[in-house]
């Protein structure tokens, strides 16, 4: 093995690897092992391969071993597996250290400083395929993936298998949804210990005791099928999603060709994971040039009404999508300062069971009857709003594609800057028999940013794939549903999202990136619907326009309702949807969470803190502000007998002068929560 890599290694590696002592044979399972660093060198990764020779991978934190060594590899349909027998050929290394601005964000600018190190490996008998191996290490976590490059032996691929693990060291605390279980990505979070996790979705997040905090997710899932983990014992599998039904194949593909990368981001605890930018940073850069057609914003729409059974989506007499009805929300959203006004229902093919592969019935471009859509654009227009467009599927996604151009044509012409997709049916196959988040959802879903990114249309997309940071390079994926968001308290079985929900999403789902909740409900016992209620305070719902970071927020409730309390709307009207920073104040998973955003380009501030179903005080620091300046905070809370049971609409609003160093004390009711804005006063 020395002897083949002496022979093909690059001038610069072997300096590297000798020089820097990165060579040595130090584990029993592996006989070579290539070592990688995070700049500060607080995170390790070391390559070897097997006595077999297969590639296998662990990694430390801070010293500590964070992932044991873990297995590499892939199992092919018609072609011999690539597992064992290969030798290294070659070993290259490089760094980068660059500073990139997100056109709109959580965070302006963003440093992407790694060591990188690309291992060429072939079999070392016949037929001699070659693969690659690229690793990343970060100081907040590390990354590889697979690269198969053009070669003679290996073409066309079927992958049955990508045989990646994570093997874990220690008793983590998993905090998972399942997968594959019927409902995408709609779960409450399971929180159990490390060997009782199943098949579940990423980012999987692990805690312990004493020792890092890790997340396991993905980072560039194109053209490929979505990674899934299969918990076994202490270690964790990669389980790619099925293409089609029935198909024991995962991907299709022919070289050249790289798999999505396999992330682990690492933190001293939780709070760290939150503000980790390493998926992001893995995705390519901006691809649409120009961006300023996109927006971040506030809207309003028929919706709410809709999951209240208040009106409905399909035609008859409670139709919601209505020309009069739309002119009421144009107006309201015109009188306060909201850009859009999202319409559902309001195009043909709601009228049948449109949920259940309801027979390609959707059009994009036909609107009901009693919906004058030219004349509702114009209306929007003349009033500096613009409706959002609903292209509700029926996972129907072959319908979908077959009008996907006058789709987005039909947006444009109509001025309409945004829209959102959906993707519901009663389990995980679309009606083409492809998996719901398999390899031909997810060529689908880019298919589909892509073409508004040419009409000039953001995608706000629910029940589509998991988010892997593709917002940096389309920049016009602005938001995703892809959780448990607010509808499920109207109608869920289960009685909604208990409170401990919003508190856990912020360290699992919200990793992967900006999620479409929709807050805002102030009528929070949800009259029409006896079984159900909104299970936090009001001020608990102000408090989420912070934590839960999107830059398209819904302000989800019926003008009426926020007619009753315009103090406490204010702050839906005055709070940001684009970061110039964002702090993580304190949290604990599944306990409470406590989060600074400052508004891009700006002095202010706002703050969002939220607990669980416990009652408990709280004492900010205001430590993140400018030292030079006195800020006004308007601070939205709980009433002292505030809880999300019998009081949930008891709020208190008050207003105080602040300076950097001082605390913000208070005590967040059972289910409650607290919001902020700290105006900056001129210097
Ligand atoms: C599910 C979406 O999450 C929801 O927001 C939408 O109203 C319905 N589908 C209908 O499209």
């Not at 072939?122 to 970060?138: D, G, K, N």
């Not at 198969?148 to 693990?165: C, G, K, Y």
């Not at 979505?226 to 022919?254: C, D, F, Q, W, Y």
């Not at 909104?534 to 839960?548: C, D, E, F, G």
Request: hydrophobic letters at 35%; aromatic letters at 10%.
């Amino acid at each position: 093995m020395m002897r083949t890599m002496n022979r093909r290694i690059t001038g610069r590696s072997l300096s590297v690897l000798h020089s820097a002592a990165l060579l040595c044979f130090c584990h029993a399972t592996a006989a070579v092992e290539y070592r990688l660093a995070s700049p500060s060198g607080d995170i390790t990764l070391e390559f070897g391969l097997t006595e077999s020779g297969q590639p296998s991978y662990s990694a430390k934190y801070d010293g500590q071993a964070a992932i044991d060594r873990s297995l590499l590899g892939f199992d092919f349909r018609r072609a011999a597996d690539l597992v064992d027998g290969m030798v290294v050929e070659q070993v290259d290394r490089s760094s980068a250290d660059t500073t990139w601005e997100q056109p709109w964000g959580e965070q302006r600018l963003i440093r992407d400083h790694y060591n990188e190190m690309r291992l060429t490996l072939s079999e070392s008998a016949a037929p001699a395929r070659r693969m690659e191996l690229v690793f990343r290490a970060y100081d907040d976590g590390i990354a590889f993936r697979y690269r198969l490059p053009e070669q003679e032996n290996l073409d066309r691929v079927e992958i049955l298998d990508e045989l990646s693990e994570f093997n874990l060291s220690g008793d983590y605390s998993a905090w998972w949804t399942p997968a594959l279980a019927g409902e995408k990505y709609e779960y409450l979070t399971r929180n159990t210990p490390l060997e009782q996790v199943e098949l579940v979705h990423t980012p999987l997040t692990l805690t312990r005791e004493r020792g890092p905090a890790l997340a396991i997710h993905e980072a560039v899932l194109k053209d490929y099928a979505t990674m899934n983990l299969r918990g076994e014992g202490h270690s964790l599998k990669a389980a790619l999603v099925p293409i089609h039904k029935g198909s024991p194949v995962k991907v299709e593909a022919r070289t050249p060709f790289s798999t999505p990368w396999r992330t682990v981001q690492m933190a001293d605890s939780e709070t760290g994971l939150i503000t980790s930018y390493l998926t992001l940073n893995l995705n390519e850069p901006n691809k649409l040039g120009d961006v300023s057609w996109v927006h971040p914003g506030k809207y309003v729409g028929i919706w709410w009404e809709l999951h209240l059974e208040k009106g409905t989506w399909h035609s008859g007499p409670k139709h919601g999508a209505t020309t009069e009805n739309t002119k009421k929300y144009i107006d309201f959203a015109a009188q306060n300062g909201f850009d859009g006004v999202l319409v559902e229902g309001w195009n043909r093919g709601w009228d049948g069971e449109w949920w259940n592969h309801g027979g390609g019935a959707f059009r994009f471009t036909e609107a009901y009857p009693d919906y004058d859509v030219d004349a509702l654009s114009r209306y929007a227009s003349d009033r500096g709003v613009y409706l959002i467009g609903h292209h509700e599927t029926g996972a129907e996604t072959d319908n979908y594609e077959r009008q996907l151009e006058e789709a987005y044509d039909f947006l444009q012409q109509h001025g309409m800057k945004a829209v959102k997709t959906g993707y519901v049916e009663t389990g995980e196959l679309l009606t083409n028999n492809n998996y719901h988040h398999g390899q031909r959802f997810v060529q689908h879903a880019g298919k589909v940013t892509r073409t508004a990114a040419e009409h000039k249309v953001m995608v706000v997309a629910h029940e589509t794939v998991k988010d892997t940071g593709e917002r940096r390079t389309y920049p016009n994926l602005v938001s995703r549903e892809v959780a448990r968001g607010q509808e499920y308290n109207a109608w869920a079985e289960d009685g909604g999202n208990p409170p401990n929900h919003t508190t856990i999403i912020p360290f699992t789902r919200m990793l992967a990136g900006p999620m479409d909740f929709t807050p805002g409900i102030f009528d929070l016992t949800l009259p029409s619907r006896p079984d159900n209620q909104v299970n936090t305070t009001l001020a608990k719902q102000l408090a989420l326009y912070v934590v839960i970071y999107s830059p398209v927020q819904m302000a989800a409730d019926l003008p009426e309702n926020y007619r009753k309390y315009p103090d406490a709307f204010q702050f839906i009207k005055d709070v940001a949807v684009d970061w110039e920073t964002t702090r993580v104040l304190s949290g604990d998973i599944g306990q409470h969470v406590a989060i600074a955003r400052q508004v891009r380009g700006g002095e202010d501030w706002f703050v969002g803190a939220i607990t669980n179903e416990k009652a408990r005080d709280v004492a900010l620091d205001l430590d993140f502000l400018d030292t030079g300046r006195s800020y006004t905070a308007t601070i939205y809370r709980d009433g002292e007998k505030a809880d999300y049971r019998a009081n949930p609409e008891s709020y208190v609003i008050e207003s105080r002068r602040v300076n950097a160093g001082d605390k913000i004390r208070t005590r967040l009711a059972p289910g409650g929560g607290m919001a902020i804005r700290l105006a900056a006063e001129s210097k």
